[in-house]
Each structure stands twice: as C-alpha cells, then as structure tokens.
C-alpha cells in the first residue's frame, strides 16, 4: 500500500515558468510533509517542509500549499530555473513516531 | 567537515556472495538510516536504527542485515537471500530517532555481475 502518492512521473518546464509538483496521503495521522530535491549521483536534501497547522510555506522560490481536508500537499517552484533540474520526492511521518514514507518521485527538467 | 560517508561509491556482486556497504557519520546523530532507491520507485526503507545496539526493520528488510556497533558507523550487509539487489543504496542520519531532517549520504550503486 503506497502511503504517499506522487504526480506527476517526470515533468518539463521552461526556464522562468512554474512546476507544480503534488502529492496525496491516506494516513491522517501524519503530521510532517517534507520535499527532498536529488541531484544526479547523490544523496537526497532537505528543501522546505511544512506541518498541517499552516496551509502555506513559502523559501524563497519555492511554495509548499497544503490542504488538510484534502489529504493533499503540493510543492510550487516559481521562475523555475535550469540549476532547479532534479529528482524531487515528497515524504510524510508521523513526528517522533514513524520514519518518513517517501512517495516515487518526480524528475523536473526546466528548459532555456 | 561533517557529513555522511558512503563505500564504495559503485560495488558489484557475484551470485551467492554476500556484499557489505559500508556508512560513517561524524555528525553526533543518534539515528541512521538505510534506503534503497530504484528507478520510479522512490525510497524505500530497509533498516533503521535509533540508539547504538538497536535497530528496527523498515519496510523491505528481507535480504538484509545491519549492525549498529558504534554511533558513527550503520553498515549494511546485502546478503546472497537478496535476490535483486541491484539499486542505488542510500544511507542517512538525523539528531535524534524520527527528526525530521534527514542528512542523506551520496550513495553506492550495487549491480550484480
């Protein structure tokens, strides 16, 4: 049972254009919904993280919106840039009780 | 400078041996992590350990085995029960069990020869 579900597999951009990458979890208890951006080759970094007591967070370029009722969370890169190009997971937990779930992944190329 | 480190960078196995991945941390974290990573398939946990001399089975364990000896190192055997053991294996730690950042390692690629 996949417990963090990831949209869309892979996902083309324009350079100076939006990505919007979502995400659907099943498990109301969760109470943590970091993203993690890849780079080829290496490991997994941390990018922004949000708890569901807030239905924004904004760094910078990039936007986690949350809709509690939902069961949705999504992650918005705005005037996505060549250097935003990766692997982009998004992952759910239950804060001190249960390792993150990752869900599958997007691969995001922005294009000049 | 601190940080997670994994050996080797790539590893190739044979059929029916056992393969050891090798983590280090000099970050003083309490918890460490072992992830498996496959094309489309994001990350899956395979063991996780909390405290020294302790440690769970995550969600695909089968095939595997850990020690957790010292604080700073989390290796991780893929034994020959593992029948497809060919996947990127990333290892990772966090200050104290289930915190929420995780510092991930870069990674080994293990194939099968």
């Known amino acids: 049972q996949q417990q963090v579900k990831q949209s869309p597999q892979s996902l083309i951009v324009q350079k100076g254009g939006i990505s919007i990458i979502n995400c659907a979890y099943e498990?109301?208890?969760?109470?943590?919904f970091p993203w993690y951006q890849q780079f080829p080759g290496k490991g997994p970094a941390l990018l922004i993280a949000?708890?569901?007591?807030?239905s924004e967070k904004k760094e910078g370029r990039f936007t986690i919106s949350f809709n509690k009722s939902a069961k949705q969370f999504s992650l918005h890169i705005m005037d996505s840039q060549p250097g935003d190009s990766a692997t982009y997971f998004c992952?759910?937990?239950?804060?001190?009780?249960?390792?993150?779930?990752f869900g599958k992944g997007t691969r995001l190329s922005v294009i000049a | 400078d601190g940080g997670i480190t994994q050996s080797p960078k790539y590893l190739f196995r044979k059929e029916g041996q056992n393969v050891t991945l090798s983590c280090e941390q000099n970050l003083n974290h309490d918890a460490m992590y072992w992830y498996r990573q496959d094309p489309g398939q994001g990350l899956r946990l395979i063991y996780y350990?909390?405290?020294?001399?302790?440690?769970q089975k995550g969600d695909i364990a089968e095939g595997y085995s850990v020690s957790r000896e010292k604080k700073e190192s989390f290796p991780l055997t893929v034994t020959s029960a593992q029948k497809n053991p060919t996947a990127f294996y990333l290892c990772?730690?966090?200050?104290?069990?289930?915190?929420?950042?995780?510092?991930f390692g870069s990674g080994t690629q293990l194939s099968v020869l």
């Open positions: 992952a759910a937990s239950i804060r001190g009780n249960t390792p993150l779930v």
């Open positions: 949000i708890r569901p007591d807030v």
């Open positions: 498990n109301t208890a969760f109470d943590y």
């Open positions: 350990s909390q405290i020294v001399n302790d440690f």
């Open positions: 990772a730690s966090s200050t104290a069990g289930f915190n929420e950042k995780l510092f």
